[in-house]
């Protein structure tokens, strides 16, 4: 399975606008990219999923280029609420959940 | 429209007790997992079960034991609690053709003293 990588920490006001890369150099042809959302004390919960190009939904824009060596997160115009830990997955769908690795993630913190 | 559902919320247990974490998920999936989460690491995955009468190890299975009661459950046993086995455990379920979106529950943080 494609391993990730992701930035430990990041740090933004409300208001701005969220980027958060995830690299994943060795992505397969027929794996998808998930990204899934954990509040503190909360379980994970997913938010966005896509394969190429661009995948909007009412929480989050992801964007990822040709190569598909990365994706981008983008959270518009985030709020404290937003405040979680972010994680990246690579994988088939068909395989299994279990095939997902959760790395660290990225930890966002949004100040006032 | 509950979802899924963990029971107990928090525990307390001292070395060598054993207890039975609850999982219940009522969106009719197939497949349903356990997980463990440590402070400031990610999840790693416990046991995991496909469908009804099948289970599976995951990354980190010892000292763990699982069953799928029927389609709706899957509990978590401690055996004999280890303080490394203090944790946040959290239980999960997906559907069959749409296994890349898995739903979690709320987390059983369980102290073992």
């Known amino acids: 399975l494609a391993k990730t990588t992701q930035p430990i920490s990041m740090d933004s006001y409300e208001g701005q606008e969220v980027n958060i890369t995830c690299s994943h150099n060795?992505?397969?042809?027929?794996?998808?990219i998930t990204w899934y959302q954990q509040f503190p004390s909360q379980g994970p919960r997913f938010i966005i999923q896509?394969?190429?190009t661009k995948v909007t939904n009412e929480v989050a824009s992801l964007f990822i280029p040709a190569d598909r060596k990365s994706s981008t997160l983008s959270l518009p115009r985030v709020s404290l609420s937003d405040t979680a830990v972010y994680y990246c997955?690579?994988?088939?769908?068909?395989?299994?959940?279990?095939?997902?690795?959760f790395g660290t993630g990225t930890r966002l913190l949004v100040s006032p | 429209n509950a979802g899924v559902t963990q029971t107990p919320k928090f525990q307390v247990l001292k070395t060598g007790q054993s207890m039975t974490l609850q999982c219940a998920q009522d969106?009719?999936?197939?497949?349903m997992y356990w997980y463990r989460q440590d402070p400031g690491m990610g999840l790693r995955l416990i046991y995991y079960?496909?469908?009804?009468?099948?289970?599976d190890k995951g990354e980190v299975p010892n000292g763990y034991n699982v069953s799928r009661l029927n389609k709706r459950e899957f509990s978590l046993r401690l055996e004999s609690a280890a303080p490394s086995q203090t944790s946040v455990y959290f239980c999960?379920?997906?559907?069959?053709?749409?296994?890349?979106?898995?739903?979690f529950g709320q987390g059983t943080r369980l102290t073992v003293v």
């Open positions: 999960a379920s997906s559907a069959w053709g749409r296994d890349t979106e898995a739903f």
């Open positions: 060795n992505i397969a042809t027929n794996d998808y």
């Open positions: 896509g394969y190429k």
């Open positions: 997955l690579v994988g088939p769908p068909g395989a299994g959940f279990q095939k997902l690795v």
């Open positions: 969106m009719n999936h197939n497949s």
């Open positions: 079960s496909a469908s009804e009468g099948t289970t």
